[in-house]
């Protein structure tokens, strides 16, 4: 069985520009969630989906973050305009069981260097 | 708010000696608690959780975790490290009464190093 996917792995772009990453749940999982690590601290709870819909945004740092799950497959998160400190790890993660039982499975993450 | 505390960013043990990576938490009602593990270049994995019963748990790779409610502690503990063990460990809350949102409060994490 395929893992959670993200891509791409390693981004480096210069301040201002957009940049979009892309979660590959694992297949039949409702739960997708967005996490992010900076600078070596807290990783970080971005938002949550189920299926197409977010169900929890509240971790999203400002409007310059937009993330999509159309057709509640796969996921994007675009950061536009991207600034310094927008730098650090994106971490994708996806479950199919809500409640004390669910377990989430984490992609390896993408590395956002912003210049 | 919940969150929680890795006291150490870096632990070092060497091989066959007994390793503890500790954690405190802060959460408004009873919490579920949770260990990753993340290798080099890897996804997080999932290490062990408590959710209620023994406060002792096991989990994968012969780690174990205590659950202390008085000290508000979940420290991960391994009777013998292997070099293979070293990589980054994240304690995470989730608050069982109000984390109706599922999403999990993580540590910043602790670089585990066994030496051979």
């Known amino acids: 069985e395929a893992g959670v996917t993200q891509f791409p792995s390693h981004s480096v772009i210069e301040k201002g520009q957009t940049v979009t990453l892309r979660c590959d749940p694992i297949?039949?999982?409702?739960?997708l969630y967005w996490y992010r690590r900076v600078m070596g601290k807290e990783i970080k709870f971005l938002l949550h989906?189920?299926?197409?819909?977010?169900?929890?945004e509240s971790g999203m740092p400002n409007n310059r973050f937009l993330a999509e799950r159309t057709g509640g497959t796969y996921s994007t998160l675009k950061v536009q305009p991207a600034e310094l400190e927008d730098s650090g790890v994106y971490f994708c993660a996806s479950s199919y069981i809500s409640g004390s039982n669910e377990k989430l499975f984490f992609g390896s993450g993408t590395q956002l260097s912003v210049l | 708010a919940q969150s929680v505390a890795q006291p150490e960013d870096q632990v070092n043990v060497a091989e066959g000696n007994p390793l503890t990576v500790k954690c405190t938490y802060s959460?408004?009602?009873?919490?579920?608690l949770f260990w990753y593990v993340q290798y080099p270049n890897r996804g997080l994995q999932f290490l062990l959780k408590y959710i209620t019963g023994d406060n002792l748990v096991k989990g994968s790779y012969g780690f174990e975790a205590e659950f202390n409610k008085s000290q508000t502690s979940f420290h991960l503990k391994k009777p013998s490290a292997l070099v293979s063990d070293s990589a980054l460990y994240f304690c995470?809350?989730?608050?069982?009464?109000?984390?109706?949102?599922?999403?999990?409060?993580f540590g910043s994490g602790t670089q585990l190093t066994v030496l051979p």
């Open positions: 297949s039949g999982h409702d739960n």
């Open positions: 959460v408004s009602g009873n919490p579920y």
């Open positions: 989906f189920v299926k197409e819909s977010k169900q929890d």
């Open positions: 995470a809350v989730r608050d069982r009464i109000f984390g109706s949102a599922r999403q999990l409060t």
